[in-house]
């Protein structure tokens, strides 16, 4: 399996841009979550699905941040306006129904500028 | 204070152990993990913690879980250069994972 796999690597976009940030998931693997990852904060859950459905999106920080799964192998994340301090590693990581932890993407570096 | 906290540092030589502490606040959680971040890579899950285990070894990797204080533990002995990278601790709440902000180790030759 190729693990999980996250689109792209790097983006650099200027304010006020769309982002949208892909990942396709493990195969066979029915949760789906994505993190943002900063110095200042950490890594903090945006948001996850179960079975395609979003369960929390708690954690998105605005409005401005929406995120879909249309079906078992695919998900994005969307930015729109971007803004600087949106800037940040993105990552997307997936996980069975057993409790040994998820499977992380190698993450998307966003850069607003 | 933080729901799971870390030290951010530690600098230790090749050949010497490392331990790795970390503090959480929420005891509810069955699980609790350590995972390495290698510079421009995802988290890899290194090793877990059932909450009735009290510790568990996987070759140069010990755990040790003080359940009544809270405190995880991760020892990594004969260090290596190779283990330079920042380790997370996290515990399970519901389907997700709560992380620590990451203790940097830094190994010397």
């Known amino acids: 399996d190729a693990g999980v796999i996250q689109s792209p690597r790097h983006e650099v976009t200027e304010m006020g841009q769309e982002v949208t940030l892909r990942c396709k998931p493990i195969?066979?693997?029915?949760?789906l979550f994505w993190y943002r990852q900063t110095m200042m904060r950490g890594l903090e859950l945006l948001i996850y699905?179960?079975?395609?459905?979003?369960?929390?999106d708690s954690g998105m920080p605005e409005d401005r941040f929406s995120a879909k799964m249309p079906n078992a192998s695919f998900s994005t994340l969307k930015i729109q306006p971007s803004e600087p301090r949106d800037s940040a590693v993105y990552f997307c990581?997936?996980?069975?129904?057993?409790?040994?932890?998820?499977?992380f993407g190698s993450g998307t570096r966003l850069t607003v500028v | 204070g933080e729901d799971v906290e870390q030290s951010l540092f530690l600098s230790v030589r090749e050949g010497d152990s490392s331990v790795i502490n970390c503090t959480y606040t929420?005891?509810?959680?069955?699980?609790l993990y350590w995972y390495k971040q290698e510079p421009g890579a995802g988290l890899q899950l290194l090793t877990y913690?059932?909450?009735?285990?009290d510790m568990k070894q996987d070759q140069r990797l010990t755990v040790l879980l003080n359940k009544k204080d809270k405190h995880l533990s991760l020892r990594i002995a004969d260090t290596q250069t190779g283990d330079s990278a920042i380790y997370f601790c996290?515990?399970?709440?519901?389907?997700?994972?709560?992380f620590g902000k990451g203790t940097t180790l830094s190994v010397s030759s």
């Open positions: 990581a997936s996980k069975t129904g057993a409790n040994y932890g998820y499977t």
């Open positions: 195969s066979g693997h029915n949760s």
């Open positions: 699905f179960n079975n395609n459905v979003p369960i929390d």
């Open positions: 929420d005891s509810s959680s069955t699980y």
């Open positions: 913690i059932f909450s009735n285990m």
């Open positions: 996290a515990r399970g709440a519901g389907t997700a994972l709560i």
